[in-house]
């Protein structure tokens, strides 16, 4: 059984930077892309990031912007979101997902709980 808990939400101002972490257990072989989500109040859930376990595919949302940064330690089995330049519209629920494949939420074969970001103006 695959585990997922993510950690480092919290409230920041406009501008700030955030790095969310996401601690994975119990992943194999047959999932190997990870990647967050993000949803906010009355929206859909989207696609952020995702990142192939072993480093070589990453791929963006356009939002991103070159604002985030993905990456993952495969010896400590974490994977991390660096948010840099925050907006308001960056306000929402982040998940990390894991997968075969992750850039739809059709492809997510499991799911964290979620850490709230907020982004204050």
């Known amino acids: 059984q695959v585990h997922l808990v993510e950690s480092g939400g919290r409230t920041v101002q406009t501008g700030d930077s955030l790095r969310l972490s996401c601690a994975i257990s119990?992943?194999?072989?047959?999932?190997?892309?990870t990647g967050w989500f993000r949803q906010a109040p009355g929206m859909e859930r989207e696609f952020v990031a995702a990142?192939?376990?072993?480093?070589?595919?990453?791929f963006y949302s356009a939002f991103v912007s070159d604002r985030f940064i993905i990456s993952r330690d495969e010896v400590k089995d974490t994977m991390y979101l660096q948010m840099n330049s925050l907006r308001p519209e960056d306000t929402a629920i982040y998940y990390c997902?894991?997968?075969?494949?992750?850039?739809?939420?059709?492809?997510?074969?499991?799911w964290g709980q979620g850490t709230q970001v907020t982004v204050s103006s």
């Open positions: 990142i192939a376990w072993d480093g070589e595919t990453l």
């Open positions: 997902a894991v997968g075969r494949r992750v850039t739809l939420t059709t492809d997510v074969e499991y």
């Open positions: 119990g992943r194999t072989a047959t999932l190997p892309a």
